[in-house]
């Protein structure tokens, strides 16, 4: 047996021993458990030699048991853990795959068709994890925890994905805080359903739980209905999701029948939270789950880059088209396009500074550079101060549009425009204008049976939004554009207005 470990999560589980860590389906997993596979999953990719010094390990598993067993065994031999996206295309994949130089690929048998060529064509080394469990665990080197733990590629919106290298002290800060905040315990059950390339479902679910001695049950993948049936069938106490899925999981309510809507909604009751994040919860979800579950979804704030960052208090009010205050732990500040303060009250892009915040861009040192000002992190998003808590206005170069030279966040926009009784999705974006420099254009997905046009929007719109908010351009789709992570891609979205130009 190896001596305790030095990650600061692996450190915790050796308390847990007995307790059930992962239910996925196929079985229920201990700490114990999870532990031994880690450290046979190590002691194979050490290959008899002491550290693996960082090397990166890119890995694809679905995401159950074996996932969080080669994550940790990943950083138990002393590598750098690549979590690669499940339907990623083989090109993204490769991407990924060079610019971190992996040194190894861990899959399983489903991914196999897909890295097994990439690693023969590369001549790196192939693990599937179903054939690298049966060495006895060797002794696993000591892993300080300034050392790099993790590379998470960020979603990427214009250039080329980042890839985001956090330390394993990094890791522990943005758990810790999130422990704090909303007071996890060993009491706890969480139900995952995130994808596993992304800072919600790694950090904020699986790796809080694992920390806290809770338990992680695990959908391998999201569907509404398997979800409603976890929270109706099982004793689970939190639940974590973007806001499209709370959008999927009120429209599978809706269409079910009274007796069962009726089940549904009492199971909420017995969790003691739900939690919203990774983008803008539009007021309306908000007020529509809590009709459904009597929760009011507590909505947080953060970001690859930075960990969690703002949220809504656990206890005391939370605020609706709010992220409320800055997490223990976590500095925040808003400032000017200069960097220079602001006055109260008014806009400014969101800077953080703490222990959580990454280290550095994997191999892009400039990059990194630029996204510091003065040692604190410039997230690129807008926010402003509201009596007392933040409001989110969007990305800086994306969801603040200047237009007739004011500056218009879409974010609040689209809320406006959510509530239009045709309206069942919205996205606003700026595109070019000579006269008004942006104009406000608004792609909308529609009800069954709505219809809309420009004119009949603005009129209504009038009354909500001031006149230079009002959007000069309407598109109808039958879908928004969206990445794995359920977030709305806009630059798809300014493409189509560009098109829709170009082709009058
Ligand atoms: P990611 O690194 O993929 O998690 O994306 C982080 C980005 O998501 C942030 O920079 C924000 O633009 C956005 N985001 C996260 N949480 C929220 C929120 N509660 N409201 C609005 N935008 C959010």
């Not at 250039?159 to 810790?176: D, L, M, Y």
């Not at 939190?238 to 809507?261: G, H, N, Q, S």
């Not at 926009?413 to 420099?437: F, K, M, Q, S, T």
Request: charged share 20%; with cysteine.
């Amino acid at each position: 047996m190896s001596r305790p470990s030095q990650v600061p999560l692996i450190a915790q589980a050796e308390r847990h021993g007995r307790r059930f860590a992962v239910v996925d389906g196929q079985g229920s997993f201990t700490y114990n458990d999870l532990l031994d596979a880690s450290s046979r999953v190590a002691t194979e990719l050490l290959a008899g030699h002491d550290d693996l010094r960082e090397q990166r390990v890119a890995f694809l598993l679905a995401p159950r048991f074996p996932w969080v067993a080669v994550q940790w065994g990943i950083w138990r031999a002393g590598g750098v853990a690549v979590p690669l996206p499940v339907n990623a295309t083989r090109s993204e994949l490769e991407y990924f795959i060079d610019d971190t130089g992996a040194s190894t690929l861990v899959f399983d048998a489903q991914a196999e068709p897909l890295l097994g060529p990439i690693a023969e064509v590369r001549d790196i080394r192939a693990l599937r994890y179903d054939r690298i469990l049966a060495h006895q665990p060797a002794e696993l080197p000591d892993v300080a925890s300034e050392r790099r733990a993790m590379i998470l590629y960020t979603s990427g919106t214009t250039n080329r994905p980042k890839g985001v290298v956090t330390t394993h002290a990094n890791i522990a800060a943005q758990i810790t805080s999130l422990i704090e905040a909303w007071e996890w315990s060993a009491d706890d059950r969480i139900l995952q359903c995130l994808p596993l390339h992304h800072i919600h479902g790694i950090v904020n679910v699986v790796s809080c739980a694992l920390w806290s001695g809770a338990t992680c049950e695990v959908l391998p993948r999201f569907d509404a209905n398997a979800v409603w049936d976890r929270l109706a069938g099982s004793s689970l106490t939190l639940f974590m999701a973007v806001p499209t899925i709370y959008v999927k999981l009120i429209a599978a309510w809706d269409a079910a029948p009274p007796e069962r809507r009726a089940v549904l909604s009492q199971a909420c009751a017995k969790l003691r939270l739900m939690v919203s994040g990774s983008a803008a919860l539009p007021v309306s979800t908000l007020e529509r789950w809590k009709e459904i579950s009597g929760h009011t979804l507590l909505e947080r704030y953060g970001m690859t880059e930075i960990g969690m960052g703002l949220s809504n208090p656990l206890r005391g009010e939370r605020v609706p088209g709010s992220v409320g205050t800055p997490l223990p732990s976590v500095e925040v500040q808003l400032v000017g396009e200069n960097g220079q303060p602001i006055a109260p009250g008014m806009p400014g892009e969101i800077e953080v500074r703490g222990p959580s915040v990454f280290a550095e861009y994997w191999g892009k040192p400039e990059a990194t550079r630029d996204a510091f000002r003065d040692g604190w992190f410039r997230t690129g998003d807008t926010a402003v101060i509201e009596d007392g808590v933040y409001r989110i206005l969007g990305r800086t170069n994306i969801d603040i549009l200047k237009t007739a030279g004011h500056k218009v966040s879409a974010l609040e926009i689209e809320e406006a425009l959510r509530e239009h009784p045709a309206v069942a999705e919205c996205a606003v974006v700026g595109v070019p204008d000579l006269e008004w420099g942006e104009r406000v254009a608004a792609a909308v997905v529609l009800n069954d049976g709505g219809a809309l046009d420009l004119p009949s929007l603005r009129i209504w719109a009038k009354e909500f939004l001031a006149a230079y908010k009002l959007p000069s351009r309407l598109l109808v789709l039958d879908a928004l554009p969206r990445n794995a992570t359920g977030k709305v891609t806009k630059p798809a979205i300014k493409a189509m207005f560009r098109d829709a130009d170009s082709s009058n």
